[in-house]
């Protein structure tokens, strides 16, 4: 009897306009991810080991392995919304076969697959889906956007949403130029190293500021599942991501 190898599910599928990740963790270890930019301060800066951790208590798994990815390389996309995989400045094809999904997109497509790694209008509007009102933030940061528009996003959104899959917390901390995680890193990094005994998410309700003029409020953060110090296990996966 021949016993033919196991083989691995693919990670990556083209429904026929593009391909999109299945599998975000197989992907970002496979030779189809772009590698971190070190040339580029802000993709070299939020590539620290650090960063990643923070994400993770901030987003659902899949969502915070994106955007890890997003900010750290250069061009190289993965849309959180539709996982279409791409670089900044493609000619995508539209979502729709009539193509009416493209009626609002712009110049600033491109500015929004550059904050985000939201890929067209139609992934950004599903990504405002807790709030609604926020659709002039498209292709915006923190620092060119209305104070009204600012406000609202801080909100708490429509009641009715009970889980927009982390798209409406990406896209306020997308809108800082440090993912509005700054005064955490520190701690963070400090806990990881055994500097410190306090892990930053000790308690389940905090507010932090960033230098931007957003300021957030995240209440019962995801829990850690596994050991407690999940930023101790995590640590080898981000260094063998940074290498990537």
Wanted: proline share 10%.
């Amino acid at each position: 009897v021949t016993v033919l190898p196991t083989v691995p599910p693919p990670f990556i599928h083209d429904p026929g306009n593009g391909p999109r990740v299945l599998d975000v963790s197989s992907f970002l270890h496979s030779p189809f991810a772009d590698p971190v930019c070190t040339t580029d301060p802000r993709c070299s800066d939020l590539s620290a080991i650090e960063v990643y951790p923070i994400l993770h208590r901030l987003l659902p798994p899949d969502v915070a392995l994106i955007v890890y990815y997003n900010v750290t390389r250069q061009v190289g996309r993965i849309c959180p919304a539709c996982r279409r995989i791409y670089r900044v400045g493609d000619e995508l094809q539209p979502h729709l076969l009539d193509g009416k999904d493209r009626q609002n997109e712009g110049p600033q497509t491109r500015r929004e697959q550059m904050i985000s790694g939201l890929c067209s209008w139609m992934c950004f509007a599903i990504a405002t889906y807790t709030h609604p009102g926020s659709l002039a933030s498209w292709g915006q940061t923190a620092d060119e956007m209305d104070d009204s528009v600012i406000d609202y996003l801080n909100g708490p959104g429509d009641p009715n949403v009970t889980n927009d899959e982390g798209l409406g917390q990406l896209l306020r901390m997308t809108r800082c130029e440090d993912l509005g995680i700054l005064g955490f890193r520190e701690p963070m990094l400090a806990y990881m190293e055994g500097r410190s005994p306090v892990d930053p998410w000790g308690s389940n309700s905090f507010v932090y500021q960033s230098q931007t003029p957003v300021l957030y409020q995240i209440v019962d953060p995801l829990p850690v599942q596994g050991s407690s110090d999940v930023s101790a296990s995590l640590e080898p996966a981000v260094s063998e991501m940074r290498q990537q």
